[in-house]
């Protein structure tokens, strides 16, 4: 009676078996997928997606634009009810129905602004919220160009980190050769101590580059929050730019934060808009049923009322030149935004310039030189003419100069990001809509 149910137990434990290898082949698929290492457009990616501070500007001008509806309303009408002539005194006093002037009153009133007034008030409200919208490019912007540069900063420090680590092996291979050529008379044992030292200031060296790393990681961390923690992508990213001068000040142009100063300067027009039209004077009218008693006659009132400008110069006209300084104030800090940004970009190209000719001269002369010095110590080392330490010692000039020429690599890359951010490259940074 048990033999059929022996007979189940085979596929039922290649079932399960197939099951925890699905599972597992999953994990370890999500796992490398989790450890890809972080590259440079992906930060700039994910610092721009769900980022609270872009989402709040965006708030901000829906805000603005549900006022604009608000504001080109007329006010809500107002309703009146009340006892008119009410006697206070004599014997008459709190009877409604003695008196013939006593009445009860029910009303309705509207103020009305001019259209001229609500027209400007919504247009006003529509162009601020047009301001935030270029205010959050402007500061997507922003957040592109810094999350670029600190991943560079995390890029130096973690390639700086590895090449003093392959120094300290170097120096500690070679100090274990130098003590044991101690005893022999081969080595001093100040040469000893010396290497002792040259190796306690390169590990210095590496823990203040493992310190950059950890402070740049936490900056990126305030983008991007956990992915900060990945390992950074290998390969630096090579961006270059072949704009002439004129083309890159015609490229500043189309900045965001030129394009964010020009919609200031729009919303301070609009409040001059507002001013002028607040010369245009409110008014009201209120309807009003007055009910007696004692077969008296009911009574109906109406009634207009209007604003009385009785000191336009030192009222309304003030405020309208009030108005127009800040237009002036506006247009004034545009142009302060255009210098600035002009001078970033001719420090940039300057920065660029630099690193460009440093890596020329690495590329043309240290680098071969250190490799060519290299090579003869090693010649000389294998034909007995000089020691196994000269040769560490080039070895580690080696090391020297690959760790300058990555420095320099990345503030190339550091220089051309800004550059790419002053004049819209979209190679990094998302193109701005044409309005």
Known sequence: MNAPRLAYKPKIICMWFSIMVVLALSFIAGSAQAEEPLTLAETIHLATQN????????????????AAIAEGQLPDPKIKLGVINLPVTTSDALRYNRDDM??????????IIPRKKREAAANRMLAEADQFQTEQV?????????????????????????????????????????????????????????????ISMTNEKRIFAQRDERKARAALARWIGKSASRSI????????????HGANQAALEQHPLLR??????KVAQFDVDSAQANLERNWGW???????????????????????QLD??????????????????????????????SSELESAMADAEAADARETERITKLIPNAHAKLSIAQAAYQSGRQSIGEVWQARRDVIDIELDHW??????????????YLINDSRLFKQIEKE
């Open 260 to 265: 964010n100063a020009y919609q200031t300067e």
């Open 51 to 66: 980022q609270p501070l872009l989402q709040s500007l965006d708030d901000a001008a829906a805000s603005s634009r549900q």
């Open 233 to 244: 992508a290998s390969e630096l990213p090579v961006m270059t730019n072949s704009l002439s």
């Open 102 to 111: 006593t009445m009860v009153n029910v009303g309705i009133s509207q103020d």
């Open 312 to 341: 336009r110069a030192n009222r309304q006209d003030r405020r309208t030149a009030e108005k127009l300084v800040l237009v002036e104030k506006a247009r004034k800090l545009t142009e302060d935004r255009r210098r600035e940004l």
């Open 138 to 198: 402007t500061t997507a912007r922003t957040i592109e160009r810094d999350v670029a540069l600190v991943w560079l900063d995390v890029y130096e420090a973690q390639r700086k980190s590895e090449l003093y680590q392959r120094m300290i092996d170097d120096m500690a291979a070679e100090r274990k050769i130098l003590a044991a050529n101690v005893n022999s008379g081969g080595a001093k044992t100040s040469d000893v101590l010396q290497m002792d030292t040259d």
């Open 407 to 420: 420095t320099i690599l990345t503030d190339k890359q550091r220089a051309a990001i800004k550059i790419g």
């Open 286 to 308: 209120e309807v009003g049923y007055g009910k007696r008693f004692n077969d008296r006659s009911d009574m109906l009132s109406f009634q207009v009322s209007i604003d009385l």
